[in-house]
T-cell receptor, first 114, second 114 residues
Framework: GNSVTQMEGPVTLSEEAFLTINCTYT??????LFWYVQYPGEGLQLLLK?????DKGSNKGFEATYRKETTSFHLEKGSVQVSDSAVYFCALSPFGTNAGKSTFGDGTTLTVKP | ETGVTQSPTHLIKTRGQQVTLRCSSQSGHNTVSWYQQALGQGPQFIFQYYREEENGRGNFPPRFSGLQFPNYSSELNVNALELDDSALYLC?????????????FGPGTRLTVL
């Protein structure tokens, strides 16, 4: 079956530091890959996505590249802010008729200190 | 364009009771997926509804059931509640088929089973 493995947290950084959160996956076929962010007490917000190999998703300074050869989709940001403190989830979703049946990692909690 | 909404926001039940959670999909979306997110974990796929029928189920027992209505809104029903059912229940909507497989999440219903 499909699975997603995220680097274990929590991650604590100082403001303006560089962020990397590792994500690797196992899947049949060619899934789409996603990063979601969850703030305390809220649902999931889509942060970025990539639908095929070598695609780069980006949003709000965050980036992730779909690496088929290493089955990875690592999240990066060059300079984090206090407002980026949240839980980040990597996920995959089959394409086509199985779209929306997503598999998630366990999440990585990011705390950014001023 | 309205987003995904869920009701109620919070719910407290006792073991053995039954509960119904509701979800309204984003306008233009015909498919609803339900997820269970236990504390400190990533969301787990429960099932998906498409064209008012169940279209795939994760590793959840039959006491988890659902419905989808002609307006694409959906219900999640859980019978014979157990303590381990305490979690955040998320629904997400998407359009199938579509050139994009992005699903959008609601804010969730927090269920506590005592």
């Amino acid at each position: 079956g499909n699975s997603v493995t995220q680097m274990e947290g929590p991650v604590t950084l100082s403001e303006e530091a560089f962020l990397t959160i590792n994500c690797t996956y196992t899947a049949t076929g060619y899934p789409s890959l996603f990063w979601y962010v969850q703030y305390p007490g809220e649902g999931l917000q889509l942060l970025l996505k990539a639908t095929k190999a070598d695609d780069k998703g980006s949003n709000k300074g965050f980036e992730a590249t779909y690496r088929k050869e290493t089955t990875s989709f690592h999240l990066e940001k060059g300079s984090v802010q206090v407002s980026d403190s949240a839980v980040y989830f990597c996920a995959l979703s089959p394409f086509g008729t199985n779209a929306g049946k997503s598999t998630f990692g366990d999440g990585t909690t990011l705390t950014v200190k001023p | 364009e309205t987003g995904v909404t869920q009701s109620p926001t919070h719910l407290i039940k006792t073991r053995g009771q039954q509960v119904t959670l509701r979800c309204s999909s984003q306008s233009g979306h015909n498919t609803v997926s339900w997820y269970q997110q236990a504390l400190g974990q990533g969301p787990q796929f429960i099932f998906q509804y498409y064209r008012e029928e169940e279209n795939g189920r994760g590793n959840f027992p039959p006491r988890f059931s659902g419905l989808q209505f002609p307006n694409y809104s959906s219900e999640l029903n859980v019978n014979a509640l157990e303590l381990d059912d305490s979690a955040l229940y998320l629904c997400a909507s998407t359009q199938v088929p579509s050139v994009t497989d992005t699903q959008y999440f609601g804010p969730g219903t927090r269920l506590t089973v005592l």
